[in-house]
């Protein structure tokens, strides 16, 4: 994979939204940790939302003092004037929590207002003194969510509903691996009744989009078929010709470098040698099998078609090692410098870079509207 950061405005310092996730999990301390980092607090301002007492907790656990700045939630006054060091924007309730490493109602209630007050300052119009220019978060529990009565699946579906995102993916990366997904948090046995021409377009179209802007100025994508062999010319099943053989035309007449369907067992072994920018999977084990074992402890999850920046470290809350000081910060330290490329990107795009992004959205909007596919829907 090829990754050259376009050229950033050098006076652009952007302010970073990361959300604690579910307090009883790892959040607390991959957060703690990574920004412990020299290296990752030069990167830009950091606001965390969340509680501070089990932040200290995790600091504690970890051998390190407390080196943030905490603001009280309700006397916060902006983002851009905070000072270099983190702040943590406290939202208290640690009263709430149970002493249990588990999923709780208490935790959802809590991690659901960190990620929906991250959004709402992501997507305060430039100048605004509350606005972020990315957001991380941290792990949530759907049990959790669900237990406090929210029907999301997970932080992808509510930022594209937020940020009013008809088309979205989910996509991962990772040192070795770029992978994006036409579908993510469904049932198996329901992938074959929702992939459609539009669905495996999107991860196509939006993986490539995102791929310029870090700077891969002709990204070449590969594409895996859903069945064994890449259904071996309808033995195994016909979604290779009927959807994503149709979907990969419409990118290619797009002027999208995209080949496949390619079989899902071998095309990562090319992948993960350097031959493609990015892989578009079916499913998420398809994809997210080889970007685990390839580079489980550096991968990123990042949410392409929104109008602002999220990343995300790619794993859970992982309860069961949750307090003992035994979660590794890395993933966190590496969405954390994706989020401050992707806001540099973004930057620099709406500084220098208008027109010819504009009109790879016109082309692509073209391209589906030629071919009577509508955008999939975000919820």
Not at 97 to 119: C, M, Q, W, Y
Not at 165 to 184: G, I, K, N, W
Not at 243 to 249: D, Q, S
Not at 327 to 343: C, D, H, T
Request: negative net charge; glycine residues 8%.
């Amino acid at each position: 994979m090829r990754d050259h950061p376009k050229e950033i405005p050098s006076r652009f310092e952007p302010v970073i939204a990361i959300t604690m996730g579910d307090p009883m999990g790892i959040g607390p301390e991959v957060v703690a940790k990574a920004l412990c980092d020299p290296s990752i607090m030069r990167l830009g301002k950091f606001v965390v939302y969340g509680q501070n007492q089990p932040l200290v907790d995790a600091a504690e656990c970890a051998g390190m003092r407390p080196f943030w700045f905490r603001i009280a939630k309700e006397n916060m006054p902006t983002t851009r004037g905070v000072a270099a060091e983190p702040v943590v924007l406290d939202y208290g309730h640690e009263d709430s929590l149970s002493n249990t490493r588990a999923p709780s109602r208490a935790g959802g209630l809590l991690s659901k207002a960190f990620v929906e007050d991250a959004i709402a300052d992501a997507l305060r119009p430039v100048g605004d003194p509350r606005r972020v220019d990315a957001v991380v978060t941290a792990p949530i529990a759907k049990e959790s969510w669900s237990m406090a009565g929210f029907k999301w699946p997970g932080h992808t579906e509510l930022f594209a509903a937020r940020c009013k995102a008809t088309r979205h993916t989910m996509l991962f990366e990772s040192p070795r691996l770029r992978v994006a997904l036409a579908t993510a948090h469904v049932p198996l046995m329901d992938i074959r009744n929702m992939l459609t021409i539009g669905r495996v377009f999107d991860p196509i179209d939006l993986g490539y989009t995102y791929c310029r802007q870090l700077g891969i100025e002709k990204p070449k994508i590969a594409v895996c078929g859903l069945n064994p062999h890449a259904g071996e010319h309808g033995l195994f099943g016909d979604e290779e010709e009927r959807v994503i053989a149709p979907a990969i035309e419409i990118a290619r007449r797009n002027g999208i470098d995209v080949r496949g369907p390619f079989p899902g067992d071998t095309i990562f072994i090319d992948a993960a040698a350097g031959k493609w920018d990015l892989v578009v999977a079916m499913y998420h084990d398809q994809g997210l099998i080889p970007v685990k074992l390839l580079g489980f402890d550096r991968a990123v999850n990042v949410t392409v078609g929104l109008s602002m920046v999220r990343t995300s470290p790619d794993h859970g809350t992982a309860f069961d090692i949750a307090g003992k000081n035994a979660a590794s910060p890395n993933s966190m330290k590496a969405a954390i410098e994706l989020a401050v490329k992707l806001a540099h990107a973004k930057a620099a795009y709406a500084s220098h870079g208008k027109g010819h992004g504009a009109k790879d959205e016109m082309a692509s909007d073209a391209a589906l509207d030629s071919l009577g596919f509508e955008d999939t829907d975000a919820e």
